[in-house]
């Protein structure tokens, strides 16, 4: 079971840092994802981890602004997001898969396990 925590409402150019746990468990062997959703949109790949190698893939949108990383522990996931911009509002969520294949990180079906979300709005 995966935990998004974090959110909050913040000003154009503040950070936020957002947390996925792994409830109960690792990510060890896993690749773990943040995607969003904005309103009346369809959910967004924003961010990717891969199991292997520690390959990091992100969206062009949030490229040098937002970093995720891996806790040494391996059961917390984080999204250092910077420089927000009010079109970063939306719903973020986690997810995790230990079989999602790498050309396939970009796609919401791909991932077995989703996180509950996390609301990070943006006001101009």
């Known amino acids: 079971q995966l935990q998004a925590s974090g959110g909050g409402l913040v000003q154009t150019g503040a950070s936020l840092r957002l947390s996925c746990a792994a409830s109960?468990?690792?990510?060890?062997?896993?690749?773990v994802g943040w995607f969003r959703q904005a309103p009346g949109k369809e959910r967004e790949f924003v961010v990717a981890?891969?199991?292997?190698?520690?390959?990091?893939v992100y969206a062009d949108s949030v490229k040098g602004r937002f970093t995720i990383s891996r806790d040494s522990s391996g059961n917390t996931v984080y999204l250092q997001m910077n420089s927000l911009k009010p079109e970063d509002t939306a719903v973020y969520y986690c997810?995790?898969?230990?079989?999602?294949?790498?050309?396939?990180?970009?796609?919401?079906?791909?991932?077995?396990?989703w996180g509950q979300g996390t609301q990070v709005t943006v006001s101009s």
């Open positions: 981890l891969f199991r292997s190698g520690g390959t990091t």
């Open positions: 997810a995790a898969s230990s079989r999602i294949i790498y050309s396939s990180l970009g796609v919401a079906s791909s991932w077995s396990y």
């Open positions: 109960g468990g690792t990510f060890s062997g896993y690749s």
